[in-house]
Protein backbone atom coordinates (compact mmCIF):
# COMPACT_ATOMS: atom_id res chain seq x y z
CA UNK A 1 0.00 0.00 0.00
CA UNK A 2 0.99 3.64 -0.30
CA UNK A 3 0.25 6.77 1.96
CA UNK A 4 0.01 9.90 1.30
CA UNK A 5 -0.04 13.11 3.36
CA UNK A 6 -0.12 16.69 1.50
CA UNK A 7 0.87 19.76 3.17
CA UNK A 8 2.07 23.26 3.10
CA UNK A 9 -1.79 24.49 2.26
CA UNK A 10 -2.95 27.85 3.44
CA UNK A 11 -4.30 31.59 2.95
CA UNK A 12 -2.93 33.53 0.40
CA UNK A 13 -3.55 36.59 -1.36
CA UNK A 14 -3.85 36.91 -4.90
CA UNK A 15 -1.29 36.88 -6.60
CA UNK A 16 0.89 34.87 -3.83
CA UNK A 17 2.88 31.57 -3.87
CA UNK A 18 2.25 28.51 -2.20
CA UNK A 19 4.28 25.02 -2.01
CA UNK A 20 2.64 21.98 -1.74
CA UNK A 21 4.32 19.01 -0.34
CA UNK A 22 3.07 15.07 -0.61
CA UNK A 23 5.14 12.64 1.81
CA UNK A 24 4.68 9.08 0.29
CA UNK A 25 5.17 6.19 2.38
CA UNK A 26 4.87 2.47 1.58
CA UNK A 27 5.23 0.76 -1.02
CA UNK A 28 5.84 3.71 -3.54
CA UNK A 29 8.11 1.61 -6.17
CA UNK A 30 4.49 0.60 -7.32
CA UNK A 31 3.12 3.89 -8.49
CA UNK A 32 5.19 5.42 -10.84
CA UNK A 33 2.95 8.60 -11.31
CA UNK A 34 2.49 10.83 -9.18
CA UNK A 35 -0.46 13.95 -9.65
CA UNK A 36 -2.08 16.90 -7.88
CA UNK A 37 -5.58 16.89 -7.98
CA UNK A 38 -8.23 20.04 -6.82
CA UNK A 39 -11.40 19.74 -5.76
CA UNK A 40 -13.47 23.12 -5.33
CA UNK A 41 -16.95 23.45 -3.37
CA UNK A 42 -19.41 22.37 -6.35
CA UNK A 43 -17.32 21.38 -8.84
CA UNK A 44 -15.80 17.82 -9.67
CA UNK A 45 -12.46 16.89 -9.01
CA UNK A 46 -9.83 18.07 -11.07
CA UNK A 47 -6.15 17.21 -12.47
CA UNK A 48 -3.74 19.68 -12.21
CA UNK A 49 -0.11 18.29 -12.83
CA UNK A 50 1.41 15.12 -12.36
CA UNK A 51 4.86 13.79 -12.46
CA UNK A 52 6.70 10.27 -12.97
CA UNK A 53 9.50 9.07 -10.14
CA UNK A 54 11.68 8.31 -12.63
CA UNK A 55 12.52 10.60 -15.85
CA UNK A 56 11.77 13.88 -16.80
CA UNK A 57 7.75 14.17 -18.00
CA UNK A 58 5.47 15.98 -16.69
CA UNK A 59 1.94 17.10 -17.43
CA UNK A 60 -0.52 20.06 -16.37
CA UNK A 61 -3.64 21.16 -17.09
CA UNK A 62 -3.69 24.22 -18.80
CA UNK A 63 -5.33 26.56 -16.06
CA UNK A 64 -2.30 26.47 -14.21
CA UNK A 65 0.36 26.15 -17.24
CA UNK A 66 2.92 28.83 -16.55
CA UNK A 67 2.28 29.24 -12.91
CA UNK A 68 2.64 25.98 -11.16
CA UNK A 69 5.60 23.40 -11.25
CA UNK A 70 5.46 20.07 -9.99
CA UNK A 71 8.70 18.01 -8.62
CA UNK A 72 10.00 15.57 -7.10
CA UNK A 73 12.94 14.46 -4.11
CA UNK A 74 13.14 10.76 -4.90
CA UNK A 75 15.31 10.60 -1.42
CA UNK A 76 12.25 12.06 0.39
CA UNK A 77 9.84 10.13 -0.83
CA UNK A 78 7.96 13.71 -1.84
CA UNK A 79 6.17 15.02 -4.41
CA UNK A 80 6.37 19.03 -4.51
CA UNK A 81 3.72 21.40 -6.23
CA UNK A 82 5.16 25.13 -6.26
CA UNK A 83 2.03 27.75 -6.71
CA UNK A 84 2.94 30.91 -8.35
CA UNK A 85 0.40 33.62 -9.36
CA UNK A 86 -2.36 32.31 -7.90
CA UNK A 87 -5.54 33.12 -8.33
CA UNK A 88 -8.79 33.50 -6.40
CA UNK A 89 -10.02 30.31 -8.84
CA UNK A 90 -7.12 28.36 -7.47
CA UNK A 91 -9.13 28.03 -4.41
CA UNK A 92 -9.84 24.34 -3.28
CA UNK A 93 -8.87 21.59 -1.71
CA UNK A 94 -5.64 19.83 -3.42
CA UNK A 95 -5.21 16.26 -3.64
CA UNK A 96 -2.00 14.19 -3.92
CA UNK A 97 -2.47 11.07 -6.13
CA UNK A 98 -0.29 7.94 -6.96
CA UNK A 99 -0.93 5.56 -9.91
CA UNK A 100 0.69 3.50 -12.32
CA UNK A 101 0.52 5.98 -15.28
CA UNK A 102 0.95 9.41 -16.03
CA UNK A 103 -2.92 9.98 -16.63
CA UNK A 104 -5.33 12.85 -16.18
CA UNK A 105 -8.09 11.44 -15.03
CA UNK A 106 -8.22 10.64 -11.43
CA UNK A 107 -9.89 7.01 -11.96
CA UNK A 108 -6.85 6.01 -13.42
CA UNK A 109 -4.51 6.62 -9.84
CA UNK A 110 -4.78 3.82 -7.07
CA UNK A 111 -4.21 6.11 -3.82
CA UNK A 112 -4.93 9.46 -2.47
CA UNK A 113 -3.67 12.12 0.35
CA UNK A 114 -6.30 13.58 2.97
CA UNK A 115 -6.10 16.45 1.21
CA UNK A 116 -5.01 20.09 2.18
CA UNK A 117 -6.91 23.36 1.70
CA UNK A 118 -5.63 26.29 -0.49
CA UNK A 119 -7.47 29.74 -0.14
CA UNK A 120 -6.95 32.80 -2.15
CA UNK A 121 -8.08 35.86 -1.58
CA UNK A 122 -8.67 38.90 -4.17
Known amino acids: QVQLVESGGGLVQAGGSLRLSCAAS????????MAWFRQAPGKEREFVAA????????LYTDSVKGRFTISRDNAKNTVYLQMNSLKPEDTAVYYC???????????????WGQGTQVTVSS
Open 26 to 33: GRTFSSSA
Open 97 to 111: AAGSLLLRGPKGYDY
Open 51 to 58: IRWSGGNT
